[in-house]
């Protein structure tokens, strides 16, 4: 089992840039499928983007060609990279983790199927 800490959120203008970080603490980091969720207030969570421990990735439609998901196993973490950020990007933002199996790249993007999450980092995108 690893344990999860976000850190990278702020607050930023329209078109500016973040890289948000998911540090994991305990073994198996590398057999994990990493994923990103955002909330936004009054909102339910919602799928981001993920990679998997074969390094596969998917992106939710608005965030295609602006984020990019990656991980270095040798550091333990996972990153968000989110460039042209827009309001609408405003939302507290999770990563979350789990364990391989086969129909990871059908419910990569279900919550419920998670078993770890981060405690979350703020992301305000206003002029």
């Known amino acids: 089992q690893v344990q999860l800490v976000e850190s990278g959120g702020g607050l930023v203008q329209p078109g500016d840039s973040l890289r948000l970080s998911c540090t994991a603490s305990g073994r198996g980091f590398n057999n994990y499928a990493i994923s990103w969720f955002c909330q936004a207030p009054g909102k339910e969570r919602e799928f981001v983007a993920s990679?998997?421990?074969?390094?596969?990735?998917f992106y939710e439609d608005s965030v295609k060609g602006r984020f990019t998901i990656s991980r270095d196993n040798a550091k333990n973490t996972a990153y968000l990279q989110m460039n042209s950020l827009k309001p609408e990007d405003t939302a507290v933002y999770y990563c979350?983790?789990?364990?391989?199996?086969?129909?990871?790249?059908?419910?990569?993007?279900?919550?419920?199927?998670?078993?770890?999450w981060g405690q979350g980092t703020q992301v305000t995108v206003s002029s």
């Open positions: 990679i998997g421990w074969r390094h596969s990735t």
């Open positions: 979350a983790a789990r364990p391989p199996s086969a129909d990871w790249d059908r419910t990569y993007d279900t919550p419920s199927r998670y078993s770890t």
